[in-house]
């Protein structure tokens, strides 16, 4: 048991490791101003004036500066990163490829990224620029039920909902297929880890818009099923 808990945080420090060299040593993009409001004038016997303010969105969250580890919400009609991440002054994404256990890394600067999508059923890191605080929304429709199927190792499935939920309950479906679940604190830029097998774990709940990590132990790996009704039951 202090074995697998050495790995994660073993985990959790090359993780560290591999963002610090990211951002120490790829050339970093110069910094695109933060898109306003639009304003459009018209002239006729006069000048009319208009703004044109973002929608309001329900899958809402804060995105702090530095690197956070987001879920999508909703399920956009565009879910290219550009579009998405419209309105944030925004780095780098990073996609986790469960099949090689590292990160592909997307910059809005390069000509070469390896996606340039977002995966509603994956989590990422995005690494936010601009000090402070920025909103976030996403717009689209809900998700409803599903699954995603996860490999033996580390994975980042989505948290879909726009609701929290308990983390027991979440990973029901996947009980003795797994050993980890991690989510990020953006605020202290570090990894929080869940066990199943920890008397007084450091979190219980699942909130709307957050990524995760989960390793799974079980050889034949594991699917992960959304029923939103027994989510949000209890």
């Not at 304003?39 to 500066?65: H, R």
């Not at 690197?67 to 579009?83: G, K, M, V």
């Not at 027991?168 to 990020?184: E, P, V």
């Not at 066990?195 to 957050?210: A, D, H, N």
């Amino acid at each position: 048991m202090q074995k697998k808990a050495v790995f994660a945080m073993l985990f959790a420090l090359v993780f560290m490791i591999q963002i610090f060299a990211w951002v120490t040593y790829v050339p970093k993009p110069r910094n695109e101003p933060s898109q306003s409001p639009i304003t459009t004038k018209a002239s006729d016997s006069g000048t009319v004036s208009f703004t044109i303010l973002p929608p309001s969105f329900a899958c809402n969250m804060t995105l702090k500066q530095g690197w956070n580890l987001i879920s999508l919400c909703a399920e956009p009609s565009n879910n290219s990163i550009a579009s998405v991440l419209s309105l944030i002054d925004y780095r780098y994404v990073l996609q986790w490829n469960a099949t090689s256990q590292s990160f592909d890394v997307y910059s809005p600067q390069s000509s070469g990224n390896k996606f340039t999508m977002f995966d509603a059923n994956q989590s990422y890191f995005v690494y936010v620029s601009s000090a402070g605080d920025s909103s976030f929304g996403v717009s689209g429709n809900e998700s409803g039920d599903k699954n995603v199927s996860m490999i033996y190792g580390w994975n980042t499935p989505t948290y879909p909902y726009q609701f929290s939920s308990n983390i027991t309950k979440y990973l029901d479906s996947i009980a003795n297929k797994y050993r980890y679940l991690m989510k990020w604190n953006a605020t202290q830029q570090l990894f929080m880890i869940y066990s199943p097998r920890q008397s007084e774990p450091l979190f219980t709940t699942i909130y709307m818009g957050e990524g995760q990590f989960i390793n799974v132990n079980n050889a034949g790996g594991a699917t992960l099923r959304y029923n939103k009704t027994k989510l949000q039951s209890g």
